[in-house]
Every structure is written in structure tokens, then in C-alpha cells.
């Protein structure tokens, strides 16, 4: 049920539910790339991107902070692979040209994963995120996300088309061999979604602080 609701909430065909944020990036990467595969990342992507590149056996290949130029440059060199990027930073607060990001990743025939973490609830039509505020749900192949942050519960999230979903399950290690979410987390985690649907005035005042914070 939880699974259904998020894929809605999220305009996606599937959402899969994880024991974390982290290990939803780290088995997303192993399900999708090999050892040929060249991995494209921000280099201040979260560190479970990096780990799932690691995990996979995969070349990881990172570019520039936002810089779609070496993205390009990277692309054309190694040829098409998988493109990561965060949609929100973690790291510094920055947000990523996500709708330039995709028209590279198909330009070059390339999958695009991105973790939507610091962007789902906060960002986007009640909380869905900076993807669906673009527009770009169908353009997007993956899109992950941790439910420690502004669900503020345990598990991680990929949205995926329904095909994948099924094949993620039974291919993700961390999703193969962690114990599951409980039941009474799911139940925590869907009050919470209620909430992030209906109280635009805490992304009001989540938006109006860190606004006033970087002005002063």
C-alpha cells in the first residue's frame, strides 16, 4: 500500500521500497551496472553513489560539480553509460540543472539516476520532488530517495517503471539480504506522507528560512 502511495505521490509506475536511502543507491547501481559500465557522477554526489559504483565492479567516472560541459566531455569520451547526480546537495545546499542533466543523459543514449533525497517534501506540487516540478517524470529512468529525511523514518525509496521494480527486488543485494521494514514504520511513514501532502506552509517557512539564513 505504502509502495502504491509513493508511486503516485511521485507520478511514477513503481516505487520499491528499501531498509534505507544508502542501500537503495548502492543495490539500484549494482541491479543496472557491470563492469563495463561507465558510471557517470557528480563529484559531490552522496557517498552511496560512489559505493554503489564501487559495489558494482563499474568504472566510475566523475565530472565537475554541475558542470554539464565535462559531463559532455566525460560522455564523449567513454561513451554511454549510466549519468547520477542529486537533485538537491547535501553537501552545500546546491541544486543540480536537472532538466540540462537529462537532455545530455539522451543525447548520448545514456540511463539517469537521481537521488531526490534532499528534495522530496520539501521541493515540487506537494512535496514530490524537484523531478516532478520539472516535468520529468517520464524522462527520468530512476529516481531514489532516503525516508530519514523529511519522512523522517527508516527506508529508502527507488522509483522505477513497474518491469524494474520487479527485477530490483530480486536482484539488489542489500535488498535481498537486510531485514525488512516493519510494519508499524510503514504506518509512521504513511501519516507523515499525509502530512507533506497537505501543509504547504512548512515548505513556505522551510524555503523563507533558508532564505533569510543565505541573505544574512
Known sequence: EFQARMAEHLRAEATVVAQSGYLANVGLIQAIAESST?????ML???????????????????????????????????????????VYSTNGSVAPIREAVETAERYGCAIVIDESHSLGTHGPAGAGLVVALG?????????????????????????????????????????????VLPHE???LGKTLEIIQRDEWRRRRLHDSAAWLRRR
Open 186 to 188: 510503514f504506518s509512521s
Open 38 to 42: 561507465p558510471v557517470y557522477v557528480d
Open 45 to 87: 554526489a552522496h557517498a552511496s553513489l560512489w559505493h554503489g559504483v564501487l559495489a558494482a565492479g563499474a568504472s566510475p567516472r566523475p565530472f565537475r560539480h554541475n558542470d554539464l560541459d565535462h559531463l559532455n566531455c566525460q560522455i564523449r569520451r567513454h561513451g554511454p553509460g549510466i549519468v547520477v547526480i542529486d537533485s
Open 136 to 180: 520529468l517524470e517520464e524522462r527520468v529512468h530512476f529516481r531514489t530517495a532516503s525516508l530519514a529525511k523529511a519522512l523522517c523514518g527508516r527506508g529508502g525509496i527507488v522509483a522505477c517503471s513497474k518491469k524494474f521494480g520487479e527485477y530490483f527486488t530480486y536482484h539488489s543485494p542489500p535488498n535481498i539480504f537486510s531485514s525488512a
